[in-house]
């Protein structure tokens, strides 16, 4: 794989609390970014990353915030989680140009009640 | 925005039979990409086709891009229970434009 880790893996959190997932990789790559993939929907783009501080909005990008202080870091935060946000996440980078091939982490399953 | 459909949703195949799922996007493709998710897994990278018209082989999975680069299929013959998984296409309308994914094709095997 391409050295990608996320955490947590499972997570069970209330509504109205913040929650933050982060995406861990160990090679240094420039671009990164966040899905959240539900039934019938397919991935649908988040947030996304080209280097340290630069980020921008993808399609679903209402009730999250993200940050990269650091290249091996891309933390994604529900501010006030809502029932609406259960989903399973997955992070995601290219070793190139952003409309390369890109290499997926193993995902976070998020339950809000 | 770019849209990407796939069709079918689903797919039921009895094991040893072909069939072929379908990927639509609303604009032209600088490329398209197939992505294979195992149940409980997340997705991989399959391959990525560039060229209009261009067909490519990975053993019993043939992926063309249409003339007009705005369709791809997979077509998968003699399926096994080993081809069990969610498909998904991803487009890009050109280079530095972010990937769109599908809706994906969920395939079920009944041996």
């Known amino acids: 794989d391409a050295g990608i880790t996320q955490s947590p893996r499972h997570k069970v959190t209330e509504t109205g609390t913040p929650v933050t997932l982060r995406c861990h990789q160990t090679?240094?790559?420039?671009?990164m970014y966040w899905y959240r993939q539900d039934p019938g929907h397919g991935l649908r783009l988040i947030h996304y990353s080209y280097g340290v501080k630069d980020t921008d909005k993808g399609e679903v990008s209402d009730g999250y915030s993200v940050s990269r202080s650091k290249t091996e870091d891309f933390l994604l935060t529900l501010e006030s989680a809502t029932s609406s946000q259960t989903s399973v996440y997955f992070c995601?980078?290219?070793?190139?140009?952003?409309?390369?091939?890109?290499?997926f982490g193993p995902g976070t399953r998020l339950t809000v009640l | 925005g770019q849209q990407v459909m796939q069709i079918p949703q689903y797919q039921h195949v009895q094991e040893g039979e072909d069939f072929t799922t379908y990927c639509n996007s609303s604009?032209?493709?600088?490329?398209i990409q197939w992505y294979k998710q195992r149940p409980g897994g997340h997705p991989v990278f399959l391959i990525q086709?560039?060229?209009?018209?261009e067909v490519k082989k990975q053993k019993r999975l043939t992926f063309q891009f249409g003339e007009a680069k705005k369709n791809s299929s997979l077509h998968i013959t003699a399926t096994q229970t080993t081809d069990v998984g969610t498909y998904f296409c991803?487009?890009?309308?050109?280079?530095?434009?972010?990937?769109?994914f599908g809706g994906g094709t969920r395939v079920l095997v009944k041996p």
């Open positions: 604009t032209t493709l600088s490329n």
């Open positions: 090679e240094n790559h420039r671009y």
């Open positions: 086709l560039v060229k209009s018209g």
């Open positions: 991803a487009g890009a309308k050109a280079a530095g434009n972010k990937l769109t």
């Open positions: 995601a980078i290219t070793r190139g140009a952003e409309t390369d091939t890109q290499y």
